[in-house]
Structures are given as structure tokens and as C-alpha cells.
């Protein structure tokens, strides 16, 4: 007597892969349940799913979490005192456009499009780690012009932090343009640019 296959084995950190391209692309509010059924593949029943996961909401949270882990690690330099403090804001911006940019995942970043994810009172806090990771990447451009200011290549009366969301918005702006098919060609030579501004505010000598 032929013996029966053994079933698929289910491969949960995949399935929680496809879910963060799911909620990347559409956000949390607009990803249905059976979006996310279809999308983990193997045609998963409801009970199977709260069984691996629990709900949507605790999905979601695995979901940015696994973006934060890989992709959002892009911006880290700008933690990285190794690193002269214009160089990392450069590395940060260049590395941020070009992850957005590349293809086989949806465009512009995660983060930065969570603001829009779950748009409602009612679902805001289940974008709190996204929240929180658009706070350090805003401290991180602060804390990389507060050191140009301590070397002393900003001048002391810098303003750090509008400083910092002359480079933190333009990051923004990358994910709204990326998603309108905007290339990275274009962003790289946005970058010369807008590091210019760092530039003017250098102390000469």
C-alpha cells in the first residue's frame, strides 16, 4: 500500500514575509483578512490563521517588525560615530533611496508610509513601532549635525533640528515619489543636491 505524502510543512517567517509586502504595498487598514489568507498561500482556513498568528493586528505587528529588522536598517549609520557626520547622513539618504527604489519588493519605505497605514484613531496604535522608528531616524540626523557641531564644522548656533528635517524630509519625500515610479537615478542626483545645504552651513576657515 503507497504510502501518503506528508503534508507542507508551513513555513511561518515566509508567511510573515509575505504579509509585510502585503501590508508595505496597502497599508494596515486597507489589507483584508482574505488579502492576507491569499497572499501566505496554501489556502489557509481563518481558524488556521488566528492559530498562527493570533489576529491581524498581532500579523502586523510581526510584519513591522520584520521590516524594522532588515530593510529599515538602511538608516543605522546615522548612529554610527565610526563614520563623519556628513558621511553618514550621505550613506543614510543614499542607501534609504536606493533600498526604495530597487525592485522586488513595493516601493518607498514602510516606515515612512505607516503614517498613512493605519490612519484612524481607532487603529493608531498598532503603528507604533513604525512611529517610533521614524522618531530615531529624525534623532539620528540631530544626533549626526549635533557631532558636526561638536568637531566643529557646523558652527555652535546651528539649529540641529531644523537642520536635521531638511535631510529627514527630503527621506520622506523619497517614499512618496518612489511610489510614483520615480527612479533612483534621480534621487542619487537629488542627494549631491540637498547635501549642498550642509555644506553652506560649514564654517570656513
Avoid at 494596515?28 to 493570533?54: M, N, R, V
Avoid at 544626533?143 to 540641529?160: I, N
Avoid at 533612483?184 to 560649514?202: K, Q, S
Amino acid at each position: 500500500m503507497a504510502q501518503m505524502g506528508r503534508p507542507r510543512t508551513f513555513d511561518r517567517q515566509a508567511a510573515v514575509e509575505q504579509a509585510m509586502f502585503l501590508f508595505w504595498q496597502q497599508g494596515y487598514e486597507s489589507t483584508s483578512l482574505s488579502q492576507l489568507k491569499a497572499s501566505l498561500g496554501g489556502g489557509i482556513s481563518a481558524p488556521s490563521f488566528y492559530a498562527a498568528f493570533g489576529s491581524k493586528e498581532a500579523l502586523f505587528r510581526e510584519a513591522a517588525q520584520c521590516y524594522l529588522d532588515t530593510f529599515a536598517r538602511v538608516t543605522e549609520c546615522l548612529w554610527d560615530d565610526g563614520l563623519a557626520p556628513r558621511a553618514a547622513i550621505e550613506l543614510a539618504l543614499r542607501q534609504s533611496a536606493s533600498m526604495q527604489s530597487e525592485p522586488g519588493h513595493p516601493p518607498g519605505c514602510m516606515v515612512a508610509l505607516g503614517c498613512m497605514s493605519a490612519p484612524t484613531a481607532e487603529h493608531a496604535a498598532v503603528a507604533a513601532p513604525l512611529t517610533a522608528s521614524r522618531a530615531r531616524t529624525r534623532a539620528g540626523f540631530v544626533h549626526c549635525v549635533e557631532r558636526g557641531m561638536a568637531s566643529g564644522e557646523l558652527p555652535a548656533g546651528t539649529d540641529a533640528s531644523a537642520l536635521a528635517s531638511v535631510f529627514d524630509s527630503f527621506l520622506s519625500g523619497v517614499s512618496i515619489q518612489a511610489r510614483d515610479g520615480v527612479g533612483y537615478a534621480v534621487f542619487d542626483a537629488a542627494i549631491t543636491h540637498i547635501m549642498r545645504v550642509w555644506d553652506a552651513n560649514r564654517l570656513t576657515t
